[in-house]
Structure formats: structure tokens, C-alpha cells
């Protein structure tokens, strides 16, 4: 093979790759998928200067703590689980996968050859017949807890006690076993109601030297590794001193704000989803952190009513959803005058979009760093930031 043609082609590549679909860039070796990351990221946002080197991980594979496989039937009647092939619901049947935690693909495989034993039947999207609809399986990779869930549509689990001990006896790393009933004509994985079956119903996790409790329904980044070098690469952006008001905005389950609490004075969080900002509440406390406090509130309102009561910030850490942030936050933001700005981006044209604002408004950017979060796929994160150069408030 020509050096040419090894640099392209990754000799390990998927043989689910063509059905799945999941993976934009697996037939890259992995220094060449961080290659066209870097690439995307210096055009897209060629304007404001030139990034930093792309932070990838030492070892890109199997790097998801979550893993949800749909279960189903092929039309001769036997038994799959895996991902549903892009933008359809065919369930293709996935034994292992290069971006899923390995101990959690054994797991949804045993528990899909368990099935005939017991009697369980799979869950007919169509007919709407069956039981077994979901398994999913989160792992916490510094704390080795394991949680499994099995979502099915109803709460009749006639050999419960059987298959929760065999399974058990086969995995003893399981910590937690989750039924969650998600009885509903949905392309929603999780239903409302839960039974735990064994253990706490939630898992622990340690990131960035903090513990989180994980439960079924709450967020927690996929990639733990990956998310620890870019809330250290967020942190050092905002050089926080130990008096520093800092606001933490679309903050999830508060983790950025809470690995920032230690360096700062004050960690105001403002997040929209109430499961999420419980968590963040809960989160702070089992970290004895008492400088953080959380608010549910869209992040524009929220910024609007602190500039509106003439509060300030030294440093704002902004990380929302791919659509980007909002013109109210923006403004707010450009009238609060912040000395730092951390945005963190999933989406570098929505970024742009917003960059391009606060650059009107009085700000530079300083410095880009693009991150790996998703080997395999085209996904690209950032991390970059801006500070205020100028006194004049231009908002439109
Ligand atoms: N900073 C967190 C979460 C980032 S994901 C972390 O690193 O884990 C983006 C978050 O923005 C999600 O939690 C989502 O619920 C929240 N969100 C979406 N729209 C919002 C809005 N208008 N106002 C506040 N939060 C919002």
C-alpha cells in the first residue's frame, strides 16, 4: 500500500459502516480524521483567527459511556439489537462497535441472547406488540458503576426475579438494573415510570475530580475523556481568581460551573431543562461546593433580567445547543461586559454567527482551540475566547 493510501484508509474500519451510517469518517485512519477537524474548524472560522492544534484522544476507540441499542426482528423473526440505520427505523444488528464501551456491547448482546429463554419477546413498532422495546447501558469509566435499563412497554415482567439474577450472575460489574415503562407510540427512548430491580437506581461518576450521580434520565457527557480536556482548556480560557463572579450559561447538570467553583469567588448557573439544573442543585451539594447556585431559566431571559438589575460577571462561559445562542443573550451579554467570554461550540457556523455579534459589540476573539469529542464521526467541538477590548456598545 502506497504512505498515500495507508494515510487514508483506516485498515480497521467498520463492517457496519455502509448500513449504519453513524460514522462519517471511519474509513480515515484516526490522525487524518483529526486532520479534516482541523481543516473544517480553520475554515469555518477563518475570520477570527487561526486555531489552536485540535486536541484528540491517545486512544479513539470505544470512547462512549452510553450506549442505547433498540431491539427488534428481521423479517425471518430473529432477534437484533443495535442503532437505527440513518434516518430510518431499521434496526441494524450491532454485536460491537468502535465508539461504544465494550463491556456495554457485551451486555446488550447477552441480554439479546437471554431473550427466547425467558420468553420475552421484542416490541413490534408497527403492530405495537411485544415487550422489550430498549436497553440502554451506562458506565461510569472512573467509577467502573454500571447501570443497565430495560425499557419496556409495560410493567409485566413475569420471570423478573430469574432474568435480573442470571444476568446478574453473568455481568457482576452490573451496580443498577432499571425497568423503565415507555408504554407511548414514541421515537422518545426513556417512559416516565421506573422500577429499580437491583441497587441504587443511579450510578457515580468521577470528572474532572468531582463526583456526579448519573441516573437514567439525566445528561452526562459521552465522552468523559475528551470532556475533562475541554473544561480544563474552558477553565484556563476564563483565568479566574478566587474573587471572580462567573456565569455558567446552558449549563446542564452544572459541570463546567462546579469544575470551575474552586479557582472562582461565585458560579451562577443558567440552565432551561428543571431534571437538569435538580441535578446540578444535588451535584454541588454532594461536592460540598457552596459558592455555585442554579437557575432554571432560558439563558436570554436570564442574562437579560442580570443586565436589566445592573449585575456584572468577569467571566462567561456560554455552551449552548447546536442552533447556537440567542440575540436577547447576546445583547445582555455585550451590555453585562464580561472581561472573558468562554464559548464552547458543537456547531462552528452557529458559533460564527454568534462571534460576529459580540466582535460588534466590543469583543475580540483571543484564541480557538477545536476538541475531539466524536472520533469516527464529522462532529467538531470548540472552545474559544473572546475578551472585551472596547467601551462602545454596539448591539445590532
Ligand atoms: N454545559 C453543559 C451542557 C451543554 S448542552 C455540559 O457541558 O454538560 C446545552 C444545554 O443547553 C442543554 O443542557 C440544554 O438543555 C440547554 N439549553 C437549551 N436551550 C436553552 C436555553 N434557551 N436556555 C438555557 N439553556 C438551554
Redesign the pocket.
Known amino acids: 500500500m502506497s504512505q498515500k493510501s495507508n494515510l487514508k484508509t483506516n485498515p480497521d474500519a467498520c463492517p457496519l459502516a455502509s448500513k449504519c451510517g453513524g460514522c462519517q469518517l471511519q474509513n480515515m485512519t484516526y490522525p487524518r480524521q483529526l486532520k479534516w477537524k482541523q481543516a473544517r474548524v480553520e475554515i469555518l472560522l477563518r475570520e477570527f483567527g487561526r486555531p489552536g492544534r485540535i486536541i484528540g484522544m491517545d486512544n479513539p476507540l470505544h470512547y462512549r459511556n452510553k450506549v442505547q441499542a433498540a431491539f427488534g426482528r428481521t423479517r425471518a423473526g430473529k432477534i437484533i439489537s443495535g442503532v437505527y440505520q440513518s434516518g430510518t427505523h431499521r434496526i441494524v444488528n450491532v454485536d460491537s462497535c468502535m465508539t461504544e464501551d465494550e463491556t456495554a456491547d457485551r451486555i446488550i448482546v447477552d441480554i439479546r441472547n437471554m431473550l427466547p429463554g425467558f420468553r420475552i419477546w421484542v416490541y413490534d413498532e408497527d403492530k405495537r406488540t411485544g415487550w422489550l422495546r430498549h436497553v440502554l447501558v451506562k458506565r461510569g469509566f472512573s467509577s467502573g458503576e454500571v447501570m443497565v435499563v430495560l425499557v419496556a412497554a409495560s410493567g409485566r415482567f413475569p420471570m423478573k426475579k430469574k432474568f435480573v439474577s442470571k444476568l446478574l450472575e453473568m455481568h457482576p460489574e452490573i451496580t443498577t438494573l432499571i425497568l423503565n415503562i415507555n408504554a407511548k407510540d414514541t421515537n422518545l427512548v426513556l417512559g416516565d415510570r421506573e422500577e429499580v430491580l437491583y441497587g441504587k437506581g443511579y450510578i457515580v461518576d468521577t470528572l474532572c475530580g468531582l463526583e456526579f450521580a448519573v441516573s437514567a434520565k439525566s ?3 459521552i465522552n468523559p475523556v475528551q ?1 475533562e480536556k ?2 480544563a482548556k474552558a477553565v484556563e480560557y476564563a483565568s479566574l481568581t478566587p474573587d471572580s463572579v462567573v456565569i ?10 462546579l469544575a470551575a467553583a474552586k479557582y472562582a469567588g461565585t458560579v451562577i448557573g ?4 428543571p431534571d ?1 439544573v435538580k441535578d446540578a442543585v444535588s451535584n454541588a451539594k454532594r461536592n460540598n461546593i457552596k459558592n455555585a447556585r442554579f437557575y432554571c ?6 442574562m437579560e433580567q442580570m443586565a436589566a438589575a445592573g449585575e456584572t460577571a468577569d467571566a462567561v ?1 456560554m ?3 447546536r ?1 447556537g445562542s ?1 440575540r436577547k ?1 447576546l445583547s445582555s451579554l455585550i451590555k453585562m461586559k464580561p472581561g472573558r467570554v468562554v464559548y ?1 461550540s ?1 456547531n462552528p457556523e452557529t458559533q460564527a454567527r454568534d462571534l460576529r455579534i459580540l466582535i460588534k459589540g466590543g469583543y475580540k476573539v483571543e484564541k480557538i482551540t477545536p476538541v475531539d469529542m466524536f472520533p469516527f464521526t464529522n462532529h467538531v467541538e470548540t472552545v474559544v475566547l473572546i475578551t472585551r477590548v472596547r467601551a462602545i456598545i454596539r448591539t445590532n
Open positions: 445528561f452526562y457527557q470532556c475541554l473544561y455558567d450559561a446552558y449549563c446542564g447538570i452544572g459541570t463546567i460551573g443558567a440552565e432551561l431543562n437538569a431559566a432560558d439563558a436570554g431571559d436570564f462561559f455552551d449552548p445547543p442552533s440567542s443573550f464552547i458543537c
